[in-house]
């Protein structure tokens, strides 16, 4: 089992940065792929970003390419999303999610555990 506790979430202005935490904590954290998704009212799930086991090798979905950044420290169990030139529509609740296996998965499904979300609310 493991547990997944984001942090970092706020009211940021457009064009604002912020800087997303996950802990992870219950199983070996290098073993797992990291991702983040995010999810706005009235909107489906969607995935922003994943990072490999090891390598740093990352994904991110077409919205956010070129402003996001996603990165881990397997030393301390954590994975980061650097968030900069926030737009509008980048409001919503920010998950992290850990997959036991696959490559670098964009699909919800792929997902083996998820954390309980941090809100990011952008203001124009």
């Known amino acids: 089992q493991v547990q997944l506790v984001e942090s970092g979430g706020g009211l940021v202005q457009a064009g604002g940065s912020l800087r997303l935490s996950c802990v992870a904590s219950g199983s070996t954290f290098s073993n797992m792929i990291m991702g983040w998704f995010r999810q706005a009212p009235g909107k489906e799930r969607e995935f922003v970003a994943a990072?490999?086991?090891?390598?740093?090798?990352?994904v991110y979905g077409d919205s956010v390419k070129g402003r996001f950044t996603v990165s881990r420290d397997n030393a301390k169990n954590t994975v980061y999303l650097q968030m900069t030139s926030l737009k509008d529509e980048d409001t919503a609740v920010y998950y992290c999610a850990a997959a036991r296996s696959g490559f670098l998965p964009t699909n919800t499904a792929n997902y083996d555990y998820w954390g309980q979300g941090t809100q990011v609310t952008v203001s124009s």
């Open positions: 990072i490999s086991r090891s390598f740093g090798i990352t």
